[in-house]
C-alpha cells in the first residue's frame, strides 16, 4: 500500500484563501493542521524557555541579607507623619457619636455591639463609655496586649457588679447588705454564676465590659473565646468590643454569635493609627531578628524531646559560666551520662545533629584535636 505525506501549503483559489491543509492519501481528505500547529508552538515556546534559564544569571541574593532599618528609628518616623483629612474624619467620628443613643439603647435591649472598620476604635469605645455609660459599672479589656488573665477578668467583673448592687440596696433601703465570700477564692464557674443572677426588680442593672481588640494575640484561642462566650451571655452583663483581624468571625461558631454574644454589628472605620495597639508588636519594615530567632527557637526546643531538651539546658548553662570558650563533648556526655539523659555517645550525637539541623545557635570546632560546642541562644 502506498502512503504519501505532502507538506501543507498555502493556496487561493479565486482570490479566497482556503487555508492550510495536509494531504493524507491513506484516508484520501484534507484535516487542518490546527494540531500541529498547537504542538509547535507549545514546543518552541518551552524551548525557549529552557534557553533563557541556562543563560540568564541567578541571583546570589536573599532575602535575609536586607539591610533593615532599627526598629525605634522606624517608630520615630511613623510618628511623624502628619495626618491627613481632618476635616471628613472629625466630621465620620461626630456620626458615630449621634449613635450613642442607639448603642445604649441596644445594651439595654440585651444586645452586644461589635465595633469592625479601618483604623483604631480605641479612642472611640473609650469615649461612648465615659459618656453614656455613666450609670453603669464599666470594665475596660485590652486584647492587644501579649497576655490576657480572663479569671483575672471575671473576679474584677463580679467585684464591680457587686459594688453596684450594694450603693442600690443601700440607696433603696438604707441598710448595709451582708458580707459574702471573697471573690478571689471563688472559682470561675462561681463567679460566672454571680454574673447571671436574676434580678426581677431592676432590669436596668448590669455592668459594661468594653474590650479593645477581642481579636487580639492573648484572647484567639478556643478557651479564652469560650469564656468570654459565656461572661457575654450573662445576664448582668453587657460586652461592646472591637475586631481589626479580617479573619475574626471565624473565632465564632453559630451559637457564639448569635446566642452568646447576640452581636449587633457597626462598620465604623476611623482610619485613625493604631499607636497603642502596635506598640506591642514588632514593625515589617524593621530590623527584629534577635526577637524572631528567640521566638522560633522556643517554638523548636519545646517540639524536642524531654532529653533533648535536658542535653541542651546543660549545654546553655555551661556557656552562661563560661561566655568566651565552648564545652568539650567529653565534659558534656559525662555530665548527661551523670543526670542519666544519654547511654552512650551515638545518642548524644544525634541530639547535637537535631540541635544543628534546627538552627538552635550550635557551633562546633576543633582545638587541639578536641571537638568543642557552643551555645549561642
Known amino acids: ?37 498547537e504542538f509547535m508552538l507549545s514546543r518552541n515556546y518551552f524551548l525557549a524557555k529552557e534557553a533563557g534559564s541556562t543563560s540568564r544569571k541567578k541571583s546570589t541574593q536573599k532575602l535575609s541579607d536586607i539591610d ?31 449613635l450613642y443613643s442607639k448603642w445604649l439603647f441596644e445594651l439595654r435591649c440585651g444586645f452586644g455591639l461589635l465595633m469592625y472598620g479601618f483604623g483604631s476604635k480605641k479612642i472611640l469605645l473609650e469615649d461612648f463609655a465615659s459618656t453614656a455609660l455613666t450609670d453603669y459599672g464599666v470594665v475596660v479589656i485590652n486584647g492587644y496586649l501579649p497576655s490576657v488573665n480572663i479569671k483575672q477578668v471575671v473576679i474584677t467583673l463580679a467585684e464591680v457588679l457587686s459594688d453596684q448592687l450594694k450603693d442600690k440596696r443601700k440607696n433603696s433601703t438604707g441598710s448595709k447588705s451582708r458580707t459574702q ?9 462561681d463567679l460566672l454564676s454571680f454574673l447571671n443572677l436574676q434580678l426581677p426588680d431592676d432590669n436596668d442593672c448590669f455592668i459594661c465590659v468594653v ?4 481579636d487580639g494575640p492573648s484572647l484567639r484561642d478556643s478557651e479564652s473565646q469560650q469564656y ?16 481589626d483581624h479580617v479573619n475574626a468571625p471565624l473565632l465564632w461558631d453559630k451559637k457564639m454569635v448569635h ?30 531578628r534577635n526577637a524572631q530567632t ?10 524536642l524531646t524531654p532529653n533533648a531538651q535536658s542535653v541542651f539546658k546543660i549545654l546553655a548553662e555551661y556557656q552562661l559560666a563560661n561566655e568566651k570558650e565552648g564545652m568539650p563533648i567529653n565534659a558534656l556526655y559525662t555530665k548527661c551520662r551523670e543526670r542519666f539523659i544519654v547511654s552512650n555517645q551515638v ?15 550550635l557551633k562546633e570546632f576543633l582545638v587541639a584535636s578536641f571537638q568543642i560546642f557552643s551555645c549561642c541562644c
Request: charge should be negative.
Open 294 to 303: 528567640t521566638k522560633t527557637a522556643l517554638v523548636v526546643l519545646q517540639s
Open 347 to 361: 545518642t548524644l550525637n544525634s541530639h547535637l545533629t537535631e540541635f544543628k539541623d534546627h538552627d538552635l545557635s
Open 1 to 37: 500500500m502506498f502512503e504519501q505525506r505532502l507538506d501543507s501549503k498555502e493556496a487561493t483559489i479565486a482570490g479566497k484563501d482556503i487555508g492550510r491543509v495536509e494531504m493524507d492519501l491513506r484516508v484520501g481528505e484534507e484535516v487542518p493542521m490546527e494540531e500541529d500547529d
Open 68 to 98: 533593615l532599618i532599627d526598629e525605634q528609628v522606624l517608630r520615630m518616623a511613623v510618628s511623624a507623619i502628619k495626618p491627613k483629612h481632618e476635616k471628613e474624619i472629625e466630621s465620620l467620628i461626630k456620626s458615630y457619636k449621634d
Open 211 to 214: 474590650i479593645h481588640d477581642i
Open 181 to 189: 465570700q471573697p471573690f478571689r477564692s471563688q472559682s470561675i464557674e
Open 259 to 288: 446566642t452568646q454574644f447576640n452581636w449587633c454589628w457597626y462598620h465604623v472605620p476611623t482610619f485613625a493609627p493604631y499607636k497603642v495597639e502596635g506598640s506591642f508588636f514588632p514593625l515589617v519594615l524593621a530590623n527584629c
Open 228 to 243: 468570654l462566650a459565656r461572661i457575654a451571655s450573662c445576664s448582668l452583663v453587657r460586652m461592646v468590643a472591637s475586631v
